[in-house]
């Protein structure tokens, strides 16, 4: 694209922030009508609307300052650096947002989507201080192509397509996930106040084994085993980003962390204590670390049950309320152990899980259009911005 213009964003756009009035002036929120946007905010491609709001007397009394329509936002600092929106409602924000007036040059949705493109940019750069930062300064200094007008609203219209395509899957794939909870509260009831009346047993009563994975971090190699860590962990299911390998050698020290079909793992420490998942596929003879591992009694308890009745809102109501600690989240295995569960036949389990196994099937083709949708969309804004 070298036949393209290439200009500083500091060159073709006015570029400022907004600012926070007073915290301790109540009059400068309280029946305020002026939206005031936080990086938090940022999330859609669009601004509808926002929970904060101030007043005049804020506005005027504090660097904020009203933005128009079409305006970029993007997070300047925090968790959430890189983040981009454009403003569909007149509004203020915060001083960690950079605002980009729009102008007759730049189509808003085409930068929305250059500025999207360099976010992994953004939060590279950002790196080193007490929270990741940059400046208005450094986009000021960020290139960009500048294709004639009509083209840019093309490329936008191109992308929007793409990036329309891929929410619809996500949002096909969050319905799946609703789909298996919505079964198993038509099949079972609510597992906590067990409206159904099913025999309830204490977790211990249920199981094979219970057992420590390891407390002491392997060596991590670049092949091998997979080694699941609680970071790996998460809705009930793992999570293979980022997962790390372990060598021969490793896998011989920690032998006792094999794992086995069936299997479940129970997050013990972290902020994701008592999340868990179950062992099949691909992870069966793989290691984990740092957890509890469980081996259930099959011929009472389903492994595909146990795992999505812990995923309920058994999780929130009862098994976190146990791993409270001053320090950070715990669970044990003598708390784990003596968790009462409700105990349905176990020809219901098995159709349950069954249901579960075709919808994680369907799941697994959503993902895989996913991951091409999203290959499609990064290609397309390399082409057109790198």
Partial sequence: MSKWEMVKLGDIFKITSGGTPLKSKPEYYENGIIPWVRTGDLKEKYILKVEGVITEEGLKNSSAKIFPINTVLVAMYGATIGACSILAIKASTNQACAAFFP?????????????????????????????????????????????????QKQIAKTLETASELLSMRKQQLAELDGLIKSVFYDMFGDPVTNEKGWIQKFLYELLDEIKYGTSTPPIFSDYGYCFIRATNIKFGRIIEEDMKSISENEAKKISKCKLKAGDIIIVRSGVNTGDTCVIDGKFIGQYAGYDLILTLNSKLLNPIYFN???????????????????????????????????????????????????????????????????????????????
Avoid: C
């Fill in 308 to 386: 999505e009745l812990i995923n309920t809102k058994f999780l929130e109501l009862v098994v976190k309320p146990l791993t409270r600690r001053a320090a950070q989240p715990h669970l044990n295995a003598e708390q784990t152990k003596n968790l009462s569960i409700i105990l349905p036949p176990l020809t219901l389990q098995t159709q349950f899980a069954s249901i579960v196994t075709k919808i994680e099937e369907q799941k697994a083709l959503v993902k895989k259009v996913i991951d091409e949708t999203q290959y499609l969309l990064d290609s397309l804004m390399s082409q057109y911005f790198d």
């Fill in 103 to 151: 102008n007759d040059k730049v189509d808003s949705s085409y930068l929305y989507y250059f500025l999207n493109s360099k976010r992994n940019d953004f939060i590279k750069m950002g790196v080193g201080g007490a929270q990741p930062n940059i400046s208005a300064a450094i986009l000021k200094a960020v290139e960009l192509p500048l294709p004639p007008l009509e083209t």
